[in-house]
């Protein structure tokens, strides 16, 4: 995994945390919840490739 993934998760949970503040307090709760779930899937989605090619590296260690 590059430093990079790393940065770019930071980056996304920075930038919900700040919406999530706003929208709480402008009294959209609602629309925060759906901000914070959207920034999960992002991730989830950032790191699918890497989770996919670390499957990968384990079924090549443990297929002999």
Known sequence: MDIS???KIA???ILVA???SILVRSG???Y???TILA?????????L????QLLDTVK????F
Request: charged letters at 10%; a negative charge; hydrophobic letters at 65%.
């Open 5 to 7: 993934v790393v940065i």
């Open 11 to 13: 980056s996304v949970g």
């Open 18 to 20: 700040i919406l999530n």
């Open 28 to 30: 959209r709760d609602e």
């Open 32 to 34: 925060a919840m759906i």
């Open 39 to 47: 920034g999960v899937v992002v991730v989830l989605m950032m790191l």
């Open 49 to 52: 490739p890497n989770f996919l």
């Open 60 to 63: 090549t260690i443990v297929d």
